[in-house]
């Protein structure tokens, strides 16, 4: 039982480039939820979403997309790589959204140059 | 703006002493509590959680206090082992469709031998 996997685990881009970072979870869960983590700020909720089919934003929003492809898959997309974008990247997911516990992947670590 | 404010930043226990972890916050649809543990190069794992109409709950080593009223609650670590050694995150979980997670900023627990 693999739990949340993220792809890729590194990544290296430069200015202006585009990525997608891949989050799968084979626990049958509902809700999917990607952060950014950044020292001293906690982590910071890009999307959510709550169902298949249903996506929101979240704190900060601003330059990434997302989708929700299927109940298992919700990917993170970023499509002008920016500096401020450099960061530590979670996916989470619960089995209900009324459920307490997430369970979060392994991290993609990100940097833009 | 943060909507759970957690302090100190850094904190270093010696082993066998007591760890404390403050945190704080305003809105009042938050109405469940958890915390977070996350080592080096992991993805934070459930602690321990605790609901407003509870007071205190205790796991093994690991406390929470509630303080409704002052809209606190707090995280004890007794009797704290190297192997406590992490960051913590409070956290604090909305009423509402997603139900979506809110973090502290997180603490970075040191516990020497």
């Known amino acids: 039982n693999a739990g949340v996997t993220q792809t890729p685990k590194f990544q290296v881009l430069k200015t202006g480039q585009s990525m997608t970072l891949q989050c799968a979870q084979d626990?049958?869960?509902?809700?999917m939820y990607w952060y950014r983590q950044d020292p001293g700020m906690g982590l910071r909720l890009i999307y959510y979403?709550?169902?298949?089919?249903?996506?929101d934003k979240g704190e900060v929003p601003n330059g990434y997309n997302v989708s929700r492809l299927n109940k298992r898959e919700f990917s993170l997309r970023l499509e002008s790589a920016a500096p401020s974008q450099t960061s530590v990247y979670f996916c989470?997911?619960?089995?209900?959204?009324?459920?307490?516990?997430?369970?979060f992947g392994q991290g993609t670590r990100l940097t833009v140059v | 703006q943060q909507q759970v404010k957690q302090s100190p930043q850094s904190l270093i226990v010696q082993k066998g002493g007591i760890s404390i972890i403050n945190c704080a916050y305003e809105?009042?649809?938050?109405?469940?509590f958890p915390w977070y543990q996350q080592f080096p190069g992991k993805g934070p794992a459930l602690l321990i959680a605790?609901?407003?109409?509870?007071s205190e709950k205790k796991e093994g080593r690991f406390t929470i206090s509630f303080n409704k009223s002052a809209k606190q609650f707090s995280l004890h670590i007794m009797d704290s082992q190297p192997g406590d050694s992490a960051t913590y995150f409070c956290?604090?979980?909305?009423?509402?469709?997603?139900?979506?997670?809110?973090f502290g900023s997180g603490t970075q627990l040191t516990v020497l031998p």
């Open positions: 956290a604090a979980i909305s009423s509402g469709s997603a139900r979506q997670l809110t």
């Open positions: 809105n009042t649809a938050f109405d469940y």
């Open positions: 979403s709550a169902s298949e089919g249903t996506t």
């Open positions: 626990m049958n869960h509902n809700s």
């Open positions: 605790i609901r407003p109409d509870v």
């Open positions: 989470a997911s619960k089995w209900e959204a009324s459920s307490g516990e997430a369970f």
